[in-house]
């Protein structure tokens, strides 16, 4: 692998190998491709470029540490583990990366307003503080189900000034989100732009979203090396539709470093009880692309489970989907005890809560450092945990033994 990777994956028409593509109705085809032809030239252009660069510095305080967490290392007897701190970035997780360039993106091809769906409310808290920004008009389509669910969120979006529309249909969560937001989109593309929350969708998003994520991997290799004198020997992220791991990954390609992306095992790898898409999923559509697909009997995406709610999606980006079937990237899983574990690990050893998506990869590590006597391990810590500190603290208690406890008598092993 090469430079000229990032140039042919994807191809011109959204490929990775055989996955990706764009799977659209007839009437959204011309106005995907604009988006497409728009990002290949505007944002190559030097002026979109520091924009984006001084966005990057000043509003969201990048760059990001690469922390060596060394009481938590100190506990494992030879590993050496460093954080990426996404959960430093501005509104706390790496989402706003990819946000603010989609975003910058509009405004430069004359949009008025930024249309997208979100699950647990962080894509849309991220969008919206995006459009707040260059104060574009921001409608974020959400489950009502997720809507009750995800009250401070939806509170954030609204302070920010986004319409949060109520999505009634169906089982009122993220699937139906999705499509609600491409109808809205369908109804007003011309003065509108859709925004993707990961590297999945129809093509050029798996694309545009990587491209606006490589600053994660771009700074932390650097760091590292500054740090250490070395490049890591592992590289962990935590894989829902794969922005953050993919993001870390894109700059360790050409190195010997060995990279895992970790999904949620969940309750079981029961159907339904996990978000393991690469571990038991096949290949399949959903959502205009081609990807692993977590699939029931019938072939329709399979209804998915993880205590992670960013995780918990059938399918994944088609780039990881790839690097499967390469075996560049290994794709592993935590469980949610495992998850939970690490989570109240990391936060009584370096003072530092993380989100329960970024704990899967902690989790994983913390299992690899076991394997991996003497050598580093570089996790991308992809948010903070302020999000999840009600649930889990009212649920299991304030510390590992709590839990630990708890979970014996409330979950099953
Ligand atoms: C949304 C989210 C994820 C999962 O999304 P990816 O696209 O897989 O990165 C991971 N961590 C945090 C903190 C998130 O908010």
Avoid: W
Avoid at 170 to 191: H, M, N, Q
Avoid at 334 to 343: T, V
């Amino acid at each position: 692998m090469n430079i000229d990777y990032f140039k042919n994956f994807p191809d011109e028409n959204g490929y990775f190998g055989e996955y990706g593509g764009a799977y659209l109705p007839p009437q959204l085809i011309e106005h995907f491709k604009e988006i497409t032809h728009s990002y290949l030239t505007i944002s190559k252009s030097h002026r979109f470029i520091s924009e984006l660069r001084s966005i990057r510095k000043h509003f969201q305080g990048r760059p990001t540490p690469v922390y060596f967490a060394e009481r938590l290392s100190n506990s494992l007897g030879g590993a050496r583990i460093y954080l990426k701190r996404e959960d430093l970035n501005h509104t706390g997780a790496h989402k706003l990366n990819h946000c603010m360039g989609e975003a910058l993106l509009a405004k430069y091809m004359g949009k008025k307003k930024l249309i997208a769906e979100t699950g647990a409310g962080q894509h849309g808290v991220a969008l919206a503080t995006a459009a707040a920004y260059f104060g574009l008009e921001c409608e974020i389509h959400m489950g009502e189900v997720d809507i009750a669910k995800e009250h401070p969120n939806v509170v954030r979006m609204k302070l920010l000034g986004a319409n949060v529309v109520a999505v009634s249909e169906g089982l009122r969560t993220l699937k139906e989100a999705v499509d609600s937001a491409f109808v809205a989109y369908l109804k007003d593309p011309i003065t509108s732009m859709y925004c993707i929350g990961s590297v999945v969708g129809p093509h050029p998003f798996p694309m545009l979203v990587r491209e606006f994520q490589r600053i994660v991997g771009i700074e932390a290799r650097e760091q590292f090396f500054e740090m250490t004198g070395e490049l890591p020997d592992n590289v962990v992220a935590c894989v829902g539709g794969g922005s953050n791991a993919i993001g870390l990954f894109s700059a360790f390609l050409d190195d010997p470093a060995e990279i895992y992306g970790v999904e949620p095992s969940g309750r079981s790898l029961d159907l339904g009880e996990n978000s393991a898409t690469m571990t038991l999923g096949k290949p399949g559509v959903i959502h205009g692309f081609k990807c692993y697909l977590l699939q029931d009997d019938k072939g329709e995406p399979a209804p998915v489970y993880s205590i992670a709610s960013g995780l918990d999606y059938p399918g994944v980006g088609p780039e990881h989907s790839y690097f499967k079937d390469t075996g560049r990237i290994k794709y592993v899983t935590a469980s949610d005890y495992e998850c939970l574990e690490a989570f109240y690990t990391l936060s009584r050893t370096e003072g530092i809560i993380p989100a329960l998506e970024s704990a899967h990869a902690v989790a994983y590590a913390l299992k690899l450092a076991n394997e991996k006597k003497y050598q580093s391990i570089l996790i991308n810590l992809s948010g903070r945990g302020d999000k999840d500190i009600d649930f889990v603290s009212e649920k299991y208690g304030f510390s590992l033994e709590e839990f630990k406890q708890r979970y014996k008598e409330t979950d099953k092993p």
